[in-house]
């Protein structure tokens, strides 16, 4: 008998949670509180039911190759960087595909989930639901929380002294979805991330006078990269990951830091790193411009607030504003859990690779999609829902829970004494931690075997960009189409761009426009990648290597 799991949130991450149960023949229920598919994806003019949506000018800040399922592509005419809408159709087509939408249960809430009293020997799951007035109970023998990160709204209103007084509008970007209502306004935006970045750009439009106060500064990059192509798909690279990995940090910063300010000094703009405060990066293609223009300015942070005005830490004073947006993000929140579960689950440090609780006996609760990557993070949590539901299967294992929680609490120490950095306070790499969930469910690419075997894509796979499909081409759940998706994800790159077309006029870049481009990094990652591997050290005589050795 296949084992029932259920699946909370029918978003990004549920969706491909159900088609993983499917994949390894489980019999995946998923319940979702709204009446539609997409989570936060699914636009709405308000937010009164609660649930976080996006805004209406959101354009996804990851190109579609790289932010595709893995035995999915996006079809060939989509733009690389699209709006809601767009997006919320993919997802829709992959459901249809696959067949996933007969078994999610609509305006369905979760009202509890909760251990059975044989958990330690079952490792099932009591789970409460709610749909119209009506309570069911039902026993599941696995859970996956697909509910993401953006459900809590994060105000901080304690943090800011007189903000009580403040006789203005005050919202947090949750509540934002269109510039209309703020014409005219004196707009303060709190918060610099990708939101906040955003909100601010799209109300210098129309309101009067728009501040984006920010403590920290952050690193500001474009969609395209110099050259015009997708910015993920030139610097998300496995040589280039390799590199970043054998080169010591200090000048690893100083190239990255010169090329980030090549564009535009930071330091002239305001936007700067904070000494002592950890980078960070957001894509905005226009707030540079708008900083330029004056139609957005920066501030530091905000000391105190009165009735009317903003008061800053560098001892500027705002009089007049109108409105104070908070973007200053979301806390994890999970309901329906019961302590020690609940609080367990908000820390990075507890979850075994950001997805098992460790405190669990039973490895039969996955918390999907509760990461932050330096890139997609749809790709990383397919591969989270492919990993873990072959552990439910008992396919895979993980170190018993008095291990997990013996270094997690070890680990918890160390960053209270100020001795370790918390690592849930970073992004963490993408192809890193991808390759990590790959090397347990068996489908990392094998480079040097792709350099005997298959020239051509072992190519595209090291020094391309590192697109999910990737992680099709060998193993459990192997794609046949991920070699050609592979070879042909250039093709769909581009086909979008060509609405006009001159006989004669595309030519594609020539060979040696590439070698110029990326000859030395290519050479070397090359020497480092068969320096390193043992495959190819066997390979080499023993005076070769004397030779080679100084």
Not at 48 to 73: A, H, I, Q, W
Not at 121 to 127: A, L, R
Not at 208 to 231: C, E, F, K, M
Not at 280 to 306: A, Q, Y
Request: with cysteine; proline share 5%.
């Amino acid at each position: 008998m296949a084992k029932r799991v259920a699946v909370i949130g029918a978003g990004v991450s549920g969706l491909s949670s159900i088609k993983c149960c499917l994949d390894e023949h489980l019999e995946p229920i998923c319940f979702e509180r709204s009446n539609d598919i997409g989570g936060l994806w699914k636009f709405t003019e308000t937010s009164k039911d609660g649930m976080t949506r996006v805004y209406k000018s959101l354009v996804t800040n990851v190109c579609k190759e790289m932010s595709c399922y893995s035995d999915f592509p996006f079809q060939e005419d989509y733009p690389n960087f699209m709006n809601h809408e767009k997006f919320w159709n993919y997802l829709q087509e992959f459901a249809e595909h696959f067949d996933l939408l007969k078994y999610i249960q609509f305006k369905t809430t979760v009202c509890s989930i909760t251990k059975r009293p044989d958990f330690s020997e079952t490792g099932q799951w009591d789970v409460v639901t709610e749909t119209e007035g009506r309570q069911d109970r039902a026993v599941f023998d696995a859970v996956m929380v697909c509910t993401g990160h953006f459900l809590n709204p994060r105000l901080p209103l304690e943090s800011f002294p007189g903000i009580h007084k403040f006789k203005g509008q005050i919202l947090h970007s949750q509540e934002y979805k269109i510039p209309a209502g703020f014409q005219d306004k004196h707009v303060l935006v709190i918060g610099l991330g990708n939101t906040g970045g955003d909100i601010a750009v799209e109300l210098s439009r129309t309101a009067a006078q728009v501040l984006l106060s920010t403590r920290t500064g952050t690193w500001v990059i474009n969609r395209s990269s110099d050259g015009g192509y997708p910015l993920n798909m030139m610097v998300t690279r496995r040589h280039h990951n390799f590199i970043a990995q054998v080169l010591p940090s200090c000048i690893l910063k100083w190239i990255q830091e010169r090329h980030l300010n090549k564009r535009f000094d930071h330091a002239n703009y305001g936007l700067n790193i904070t000494k002592g405060k950890k980078p960070k990066k957001i894509v905005n293609d226009e707030l540079p411009t708008c900083i330029l223009c004056g139609t957005v300015t920066i501030k530091t942070s905000v000391k105190e607030f009165t009735e009317t005005s903003a008061v800053f830490e560098d001892g500027t004073v705002e009089e007049n504003i109108d409105v104070v947006i908070f973007s200053t993000g979301y806390t994890y929140s999970f309901p329906f859990f019961e302590e020690p579960l609940k609080t367990l689950c908000t820390k990075n440090i507890f979850l075994y690779k950001l997805v098992f609780p460790s405190n669990l006996e039973k490895t039969t609760l996955a918390m999907i999609g509760f990461i932050s990557l330096t890139g997609s993070i749809l790709a990383g949590t397919e591969l989270q829902a492919r990993w873990a539901t072959r552990i439910f299967k008992g396919l895979c294992k993980i170190p018993p829970s008095q291990k997990l929680m013996a270094e997690a609490m070890k680990k918890e120490q160390l960053i209270e004494r100020g001795l370790m950095k918390d690592p849930g306070a970073d992004k963490i790499d993408y192809i890193s931690y991808l390759d990590d969930l790959a090397s347990f469910i068996g489908v990392k690419p094998n480079i040097p075997l792709l350099f005997i075997k298959d020239p051509r894509l072992a190519w595209e796979v090291f020094f391309g960009p590192c697109t999910p499909y990737q992680y099709r081409l060998m193993g459990p759940g192997k794609w046949d189409g991920a070699r050609n998706a592979i070879l042909t994800q250039w093709d769909r790159t581009l086909k979008p761009l060509k609405t006009r077309t001159i006989p004669g006029s595309f030519k594609p870049a020539s060979m040696s426009h590439y070698l110029k481009a990326w000859g030395a990094p290519i050479l070397l990652a090359s020497f480092l990648l068969i320096y390193k591997s043992s495959i190819f050290l066997k390979l080499v005589p023993e005076k070769l290597q004397d030779r080679l050795s100084p």
